[in-house]
């Protein structure tokens, strides 16, 4: 029952829990001001970040089986008695989530290393000790940080399908640090960029938050990075 327990929890949107505590008046908007039409596009809202949710954990081969998934849930969500014994398909559903995960994790990981290959073949792509790629786009003046050093940035970090997961532009807030709190990646990165020089930075995952999911970040994830150096800080 606990893997069951764990499962529905994985079904849940990431976005959605990741976004409440940053909506507190969300919660306090009071039912009755909510009009039937923008009801219905939450709730749709809701159920299309659900079924991308799925997506990203179930491998459905066709229409049958969304056809099949749907209605599931659709007597679950009308109350209705199910159409099958739910205790005897409980661990083929699990079965189902560890199966699919395998495969979908392969075929990540191997997406992963074809953008990587592909990426380290562009004009201009400098690999570091560490493994990290940069192209940089705009070269800059003055001197190089030191792995100590403190720096101000601008950057957008995405992952290889350009899912955006964080960015100090749509902050519109300069980002300071030293080159000792940030990830490998960046230590290595920002070393070889000046004031006023811009580079695309391709981390590998060991680089990066290696098996550690962190927010929107899966495990074991290659990120890309839209780093502007803006300048070395006091």
């Known amino acids: 029952m606990k893997k069951l327990v764990l499962l529905a929890l994985l079904i849940l949107p990431a976005a959605v829990m990741a976004q409440q505590a940053a909506q507190p008046a969300a919660a306090e908007a009071q039912p009755e001001m909510q009009s039937v039409a923008e009801r219905n596009k939450m709730l749709y809202s809701l159920g299309f970040l659900l079924g991308d949710n799925l997506k990203r954990q179930l491998i459905l081969d066709n229409e049958d ?7 599931g849930m659709r007597d ?5 008695k199910s159409q099958t014994n ?20 392969a075929k990540r990981e191997a997406d992963q290393q074809e953008y ?10 400098k690999t570091l000790d560490n493994g990290t790629m940069m192209k940089l786009s705009r070269a800059g003046k003055g001197k190089t940080p030191k792995a100590d050093s403190t720096v101000k940035v601008h950057y957008t970090g995405t992952l290889i399908d350009g899912t955006k997961f964080d960015s100090s532009r749509d902050r519109n807030e300069v980002f300071e640090t030293k080159l000792t709190d940030v990830i490998p990646c960046w230590t290595k990165a920002l070393q070889q960029m ?9 981390c590998p995952a060991d680089t990066a938050y290696g098996n ?20 070395m800080g006091a």
Do not use: C, H, W
């Not at 679950?76 to 209705?80: C, D, E, G, M």
């Not at 990587?116 to 792509?125: H, I, R, S, Y």
């Open 212 to 231: 550690r999911p962190v927010g929107q970040i899966p495990p074991n994830s290659v990120l890309v990075f839209d780093i502007e150096m803006l300048e």
């Open 65 to 71: 089986d969304y056809k099949a998934l749907s209605q």
């Open 116 to 125: 990587m290959a592909n990426f380290k073949k562009e004009k201009g792509v």
């Open 194 to 202: 000046k004031p006023g020089s811009r580079a695309k930075v391709v």
């Open 76 to 80: 679950s969500l009308l109350n209705k």
């Open 86 to 105: 739910l205790d005897e398909y409980k661990p083929a559903i699990i079965q189902k989530y560890q199966n699919d995960a395998k495969t979908i994790s």
